[in-house]
């Protein structure tokens, strides 16, 4: 089943670590794994969910470059946009240990952004923060820097490592305030549909401690117990049962 603008905006009703717990659901990978881990941060977390299909390439900037200047390559990855099934993910691999300059600036980000793209990772640095957040794009980034330096790409759509997760060109993301994870896109449909029963079993918790009514280890218990059923049935209804 294709994924749909339909389909993208039931994924970006839901916080990333929701995202997370459904796919654990379908057992379709190790728990530990399919996620960026804490090098990579929201710059504006208070920004809602990006979703979108990465174009990924990788960048350096302590060097001068063979040829071309810092911005000749963004036609270029503009340019892959045409081959997604949706919006733009803008996926950086900074090359420099450590980051050097900025990946990204108000210049960039502008333009990715007039040509769809929804957000931006890189492992490498920002710049022109306060530029970027007027734009209301969002950024996930490993630090700022205020110099661009002898930033240039060496390749575009090839996989990259940012924040010890490979990442493939197309492949599906979703970021918020919490981190980046990608979703298998043979079940992004089915986490879209799953995703509300799966918060609506959790508030069978939530309610009750959020309320203001008399606590009981027992009814604690009770509710508790109630969730986990609601969970195995999600299991049992979408599990992969994935082989390790």
């Given at each position: 089943m294709p994924i749909t603008p339909q389909i993208l905006q039931q994924?970006?009703?839901?916080?990333?670590p929701t995202i997370c717990n459904v796919?654990?659901?379908?057992?379709?990978?190790?728990?530990?794994?399919?996620?960026?881990?804490?090098?990579?941060?929201?710059?504006?977390?208070?920004?809602?969910?990006?979703?979108?299909?990465?174009?990924t390439s990788s960048f350096r900037?302590?060097?001068?470059?063979?040829?071309?200047?810092?911005?000749?390559?963004?036609?270029?990855?503009?340019?892959?946009?045409?081959?997604?099934?949706?919006?733009p993910?803008?996926?950086?691999?900074?090359?420099?240990?450590?980051?050097?300059a900025a990946t990204f600036g108000e210049v960039m980000c502008?333009?990715?952004?007039?040509f769809g793209s929804v957000g931006l990772i890189t492992s490498g640095a920002g710049r022109d923060l306060l530029q970027v957040k007027a734009l209301g794009y969002p950024v996930f980034t490993g630090g700022t820097n205020c110099s661009h330096a002898y930033c240039h790409l060496l390749h575009i759509g090839l996989p990259v490592r940012v924040g010890g997760l490979m990442v493939n060109q197309g492949e599906l993301l979703h970021g918020d305030a919490n981190g980046v994870t990608n979703i298998p896109t043979d079940v992004a449909v089915e986490v879209a549909e799953v995703a509300d029963e799966f918060v609506k079993g959790e508030e069978i918790?939530?309610?009750?401690?959020?309320?203001?009514?008399?606590?009981?280890?027992?009814?604690l218990k009770a509710r508790y117990q109630e969730f986990l059923d609601v969970k195995k049935n999600l299991v049992q209804r979408v599990s992969r049962k994935m082989n390790v």
């Open positions: 994924l970006a009703q839901f916080d990333t796919l654990e659901l379908f057992e379709i990978r190790p728990f530990n794994t399919g996620y960026m881990d804490s090098r990579i941060q929201a710059v504006f977390p208070e920004f809602p969910p990006m979703v979108g299909f990465a174009v900037s302590d060097t001068p470059p063979a040829g071309g200047e810092a911005y000749g390559s963004i036609s270029q990855l503009v340019e892959q946009y045409a081959g997604l099934p949706g919006p993910v803008m996926v950086f691999q900074d090359l420099d240990d450590q980051a050097v502008s333009t990715f952004q007039a918790v939530m309610d009750y401690v959020k309320s203001d009514s008399e606590k009981t280890v027992a009814e």
